[in-house]
């Protein structure tokens, strides 16, 4: 009953995607009002409609109803609830289901923010996102049906998830804060369709697509994020990111989103680089689209690619239509657009070409990626020959372009609208670079490499402009009104609340620059044979074996080795590294134990243990700064978070920013 039920609810929304599309789009041609409201209803049902599915597909597997074929190849009776809930994005065609609801959900959120905007750009926007739409629930009812009952006799237990998703709570909200991220990028996609469309581009669209892949960006941002987090968390090997394909295809459109939110600062600000503008909205939907082939297509060897699958070719196919759509969209009507651009005539000093450079290394860095990522594929693909391009390739071009973009970071808010003399922009720019000099000296006495001087260096650019710029606005409130700091800054961050919620953006990444620096540069590592009883020196630790011991749950057998820190006065804590056994699983599955602090994470992993327990070889790391790194990053997503609700009468950046237009207030504008 559940699969005729749950294919009935996909063949709905596909329906309803299919008439909803074409009334878009006819009633943006036409400028027709019928047609409109005939768009606004089918997105409201292909909305409902994937979220129901998705709820109902949640029950089966709740209720353990193996006659569903997804079910039994996921689900498992032993298997603890918050494990069968994640279940969904487990495999294949529950993913590919989830990725319907995401969008689903986001089409129904949009459907009402464009109630009170120009009705031909909401019609082909709506008309945009249901052909998105129509293609993931062709997916879902066709080749990826996770609804298919279960062929030959029904089992009475399944093998349960991967164990790999098994092994850590943070697999509950990564994966779907990284589906909010990547399927809601289409959004933006749709909005700078529509634009190209008509032919126009008003400012209050133009907000409404910045506010969208905002919130895109924020929540791709936590996804990468807790991804990284899990990694550390899960897999043993002492890092958070390897650059792995699957790493890469998260991180392309962050890139490309990053650009945009930057360039469309420019473009509402200065009246310029639209066109450039809505390429990158529209190329980091592409690349979403591309990260979802790379990690659900099977093309890649990946701990993020949980099945084989046959959507591949089907999926490459709709990303080359949404490609060939896009380039004809942008050659065709970019001239329209463009026609009212307001001329280019910034100097080189000034916060134009800081934004316009800034956008060139983040798009430069998303091209690096992207050959790396694609080299060994197209490289097989002609030759037949496998080859591999790893950490090396990625550190050597990626680590110039960041240290670029953190010394702009600080260059381009330091800098006026307009061109400036190169004297005043001396006299904006001194004391950072007193900073980043101080920066730098601070990690040659740490005896750093040179690229890690180099981040150091531009964090402390970075981070004296920010901090400036988060106070000056309050220090003028302070010294005009007498009111106190702490009281004059919650003033004005509630009336600019873009502005300085682009500023913690700023400091986040800042943060983790330097967690990145220092962990990657401080980190040590070696294997410790131990014997029960056996105490031993690490790095000012002092650790005891403790002994072995079994764990048994019903999805697992856990071997767990106990290790005590000690100090001068006794135990200052215990770490257990495990190594776990699943009945689906030949190789067991190592969970190490870390102790976190501020200033450094002690790491160990469980490498090997002897058949009777009385002896083992862990593996231990003492990682600086690691702690910073989770904070950074969570400081960004509530800085893009605070951006997202401007409130209240802006307020002048400083008293030596540009003159500001009646109706655009620069300090309301986000940083970031």
Same mark, same amino acid.
């Given at each position: 009953?559940?699969?005729?039920?749950?294919?009935?609810?996909?063949?709905?929304?596909?329906?309803?995607?299919?008439?909803?599309?074409?009334?878009?789009?006819?009633?943006?041609?036409?400028?027709?009002?019928?047609?409109?409201?005939?768009?606004?209803?089918?997105?409201?049902?292909?909305?409902?409609?994937?979220?129901?599915?998705?709820?109902?597909?949640?029950?089966?597997?709740?209720?353990?109803?193996?006659?569903?074929?997804?079910?039994?190849?996921?689900?498992?009776?032993?298997?603890?609830?918050?494990?069968?809930?994640?279940?969904?994005?487990?495999?294949?065609?529950?993913?590919?289901?989830?990725?319907?609801?995401?969008?689903?959900?986001?089409?129904?959120?949009?459907?009402?923010?464009?109630?009170?905007?120009?009705?031909?750009?909401?019609?082909?926007?709506?008309?945009?996102?249901?052909?998105?739409?129509?293609?993931?629930?062709?997916?879902?009812?066709?080749?990826?049906?996770?609804?298919?009952?279960?062929?030959g006799l029904i089992p009475t237990d399944g093998p349960g998830p991967n164990p790999l998703l098994q092994n850590h709570l943070l697999m509950i909200i990564h994966p779907p804060s990284l589906y909010l991220g990547y399927v809601l990028m289409a959004v933006p996609y749709a909005m700078a369709a529509a634009a190209l469309l008509a032919g126009r581009l008003e400012a209050t669209w133009m907000r409404l697509l910045r506010r969208w892949m905002l919130f895109a960006w924020a929540f791709l941002s936590l996804g990468i994020l807790l991804g990284g987090w899990w990694s550390y968390e899960v897999l043993g090997w002492g890092g958070y990111w390897a650059w792995d394909p699957v790493e890469n295809a998260s991180f392309m459109p962050w890139l490309t989103a990053t650009a945009f939110l930057h360039s469309a600062m420019v473009?509402?600000?200065?009246?310029?680089?639209?066109?450039?503008?809505?390429?990158?909205?529209?190329?980091?939907?592409?690349?979403?689209?591309?990260?979802?082939?790379?990690?659900?297509?099977?093309?890649?060897?990946?701990?993020?690619?949980?099945?084989?699958?046959?959507?591949?070719?089907?999926?490459?196919?709709?990303?080359?239509?949404?490609?060939?759509?896009?380039?004809?969209?942008?050659?065709?009507?970019?001239?329209?657009?463009?026609?009212?651009?307001?001329?280019?005539?910034?100097?080189?000093?000034?916060?134009?070409?800081?934004?316009?450079?800034?956008?060139?290394?983040?798009?430069?860095?998303?091209?690096?990626?992207?050959?790396?990522?694609?080299?060994?594929?197209?490289?097989?693909?002609?030759?037949?020959?496998?080859?591999?391009?790893?950490?090396?390739?990625?550190?050597?071009?990626?680590?110039?372009?960041?240290?670029?973009?953190?010394?702009?970071?600080?260059?381009?808010?330091?800098?006026?609208?307009?061109?400036?003399?190169?004297?005043? #922009?001396?006299? $904006?720019? @001194?004391?950072?670079?007193?900073?980043?000099?101080? !920066?730098?000296?601070?990690? =040659? /006495?740490?005896? &750093?490499?040179?690229?890690?001087?180099?981040?150091?260096?531009?964090?402390?650019?970075?981070?004296?402009?920010?901090?400036?710029?988060?106070?000056?606005?309050?220090?003028?409130?302070?010294?005009?009104?007498?009111?106190?700091?702490?009281?004059?800054?919650?003033?004005?961050? #509630?009336?600019? $609340?873009? @502005?300085?919620?682009?500023?913690?953006?700023?400091? !986040?990444?800042?943060?983790? =620059? /330097?967690?990145? &620096?220092?962990?990657?540069?401080?980190?040590?590592?070696?294997?410790?044979?131990?014997?029960?009883?056996?105490?031993?020196?690490?790095?000012?630790?002092?650790?005891?074996?403790?002994?072995?011991?079994?764990?048994?749950?019903?999805?697992?057998?856990?071997?767990?080795?106990?290790?005590?820190?000690?100090?001068?006065?006794?135990?200052?804590?215990?770490?257990?590294?495990?190594?776990?056994?699943?009945?689906?699983?030949?190789?067991?599955?190592?969970?190490?134990?870390?102790?976190?602090?501020?200033?450094?994470?002690?790491?160990?992993?469980?490498?090997?243990?002897?058949?009777?327990?009385?002896?083992?070889?862990?593996?231990?790391?003492?990682?600086?700064?690691?702690?910073?790194?989770?904070?950074?990053?969570?400081?960004?997503?509530?800085?893009?978070?605070?951006?997202?609700?401007?409130?209240?009468?802006?307020?002048?950046?400083?008293?030596?920013?540009?003159?500001?237009?009646?109706?655009?207030?620069?300090?309301?504008?986000?940083?970031?």
């Open positions: 009953m559940i699969s005729l039920i749950g294919r009935t609810l996909v063949l709905a929304a596909l329906g309803a995607c299919a008439v909803g599309a074409v009334s878009g789009f006819v009633g943006g041609a036409r400028r027709d009002a019928d047609a409109l409201r005939i768009t606004r209803f089918m997105a409201n049902a292909f909305g409902a409609l994937m979220v129901a599915a998705t709820l109902l597909m949640e029950w089966a597997l709740v209720t353990h109803d193996f006659s569903v074929s997804y079910v039994a190849a996921v689900g498992s009776l032993s298997t603890p609830l918050h494990i069968t809930l994640v279940s969904l994005w487990s495999s294949l065609n529950g993913s590919i289901l989830f990725w319907g609801c995401v969008l689903g959900g986001g089409t129904l959120a949009f459907t009402r923010h464009v109630k009170e905007h120009d009705p031909q750009h909401a019609s082909y926007a709506l008309g945009s996102l249901l052909s998105v739409g129509l293609f993931f629930a062709f997916l879902v009812a066709g080749i990826a049906n996770p609804f298919a009952p279960t062929e473009m509402e600000r200065q009246g310029q680089l639209k066109g450039w503008t809505l390429t990158l909205a529209m190329s980091t939907f592409l690349l979403t689209l591309l990260g979802t082939f790379m990690t659900r297509s099977g093309v890649f060897n990946s701990v993020h690619s949980f099945t084989q699958s046959s959507i591949g070719p089907v999926f490459l196919g709709f990303i080359a239509l949404v490609l060939i759509a896009s380039v004809v969209l942008l050659a065709a009507r970019l001239d329209a657009l463009t026609a009212n651009d307001k001329a280019t005539e910034d100097g080189v000093v000034s916060r134009e070409s800081a934004f316009l450079l800034n956008n060139l290394l983040f798009v430069a860095f998303t091209f690096t990626v992207l050959l790396g990522t694609l080299f060994p594929l197209i490289k097989e693909a002609l030759t037949e020959e496998r080859i591999s391009v790893g950490e090396p390739y990625f550190n050597r071009m990626s680590l110039p372009v960041c240290v670029g973009i953190l010394f702009l970071m600080g260059v381009g808010p330091s800098l006026p609208w307009g061109n400036t003399s190169g004297a005043r #922009a001396w006299s $904006r720019l @001194r004391l950072p670079l007193r900073a980043a000099a101080a !920066g730098a000296v601070l990690g =040659a /006495v740490l005896q &750093a490499g040179p690229w890690a001087i180099a981040t150091f260096a531009g964090a402390a650019f970075a981070l004296v402009v920010t901090v400036h710029e988060l106070l000056e606005p309050a220090q003028a409130r302070v010294s005009s009104l007498g009111e106190s700091l702490p009281k004059a800054f919650l003033a004005y961050a #509630a009336r600019a $609340r873009q @502005r300085v919620g682009g500023y913690i953006v700023h400091l !986040g990444v800042i943060i983790c =620059a /330097v967690s990145i &620096a220092a962990s990657s540069t401080f980190k040590v590592q070696r294997d410790l044979p131990l014997a029960v009883g056996q105490e031993v020196a690490f790095e000012g630790y002092r650790l005891r074996f403790e002994g072995m011991r079994t764990e048994t749950e019903p999805h697992r057998t856990a071997q767990v080795a106990t290790v005590a820190i000690l100090g001068p006065s006794g135990t200052l804590g215990v770490l257990e590294p495990k190594m776990n056994h699943y009945k689906q699983m030949r190789e067991p599955i190592g969970t190490p134990a870390v102790r976190s602090g501020l200033k450094e994470d002690l790491y160990l992993s469980l490498v090997r243990v002897s058949a009777d327990g009385a002896t083992a070889s862990v593996r231990a790391m003492v990682e600086p700064m690691v702690a910073w790194l989770w904070f950074g990053g969570l400081v960004m997503f509530g800085g893009a978070l605070f951006s997202l609700w401007p409130r209240g009468r802006a307020v002048v950046a400083s008293p030596s920013a540009a003159p500001v237009d009646a109706t655009v207030d620069a300090a309301a504008r986000p940083a970031k």
